[in-house]
């Protein structure tokens, strides 16, 4: 059964970091691309980084291009989004998720996640 499980969320001010992580187990952790996506109260979801071909390759969406980082660790089947510079605009909850396939279409969007973790609280304060 697969379970993603998002931490790292938190209260910070703006121009403050935070890292995110997302533990994948119940599948082989290397054959599926993942994401972050963020939503925010009275938004749709929407789509921040995404990462495949066992963290080769990465996309941004250009909302947080040059500021966030996604990355992962493939021995510990986890998944990590480094978060610098923040702006109030950024206070959402945070999600990742796992792709239904090996690489996404750029730019990727919320149906080519096929699994989702629970969601982590990031709020940033001006």
């Known amino acids: 059964q697969v379970h993603l499980a998002e931490s790292g969320g938190g209260s910070v001010q703006a121009g403050g970091s935070l890292k995110l992580s997302c533990v994948a187990s119940?599948?082989?952790?290397?054959?599926?691309?993942m994401g972050w996506f963020r939503q925010a109260p009275g938004k749709q979801r929407e789509g921040i980084a995404g990462?495949?071909?066992?963290?080769?390759?990465?996309y941004y969406y250009d909302s947080v291009k040059g500021r966030f980082t996604i990355s992962q660790d493939n021995a510990k089947n986890t998944l990590y989004l480094q978060m610098n510079n923040l702006k109030p605009e950024d206070s959402a909850i945070y999600y990742c998720?796992?792709?239904?396939?090996?690489?996404?279409?750029?730019?990727?969007?919320?149906?080519?996640?096929?699994?989702w973790g629970q969601g982590t609280q990031v709020t940033v304060a001006s």
């Open positions: 998720a796992r792709c239904s396939y090996s690489y996404f279409a750029q730019p990727f969007r919320p149906e080519d996640f096929a699994y």
């Open positions: 119940g599948y082989t952790y290397t054959t599926y691309c």
């Open positions: 990462i495949y071909y066992e963290g080769e390759r990465t």
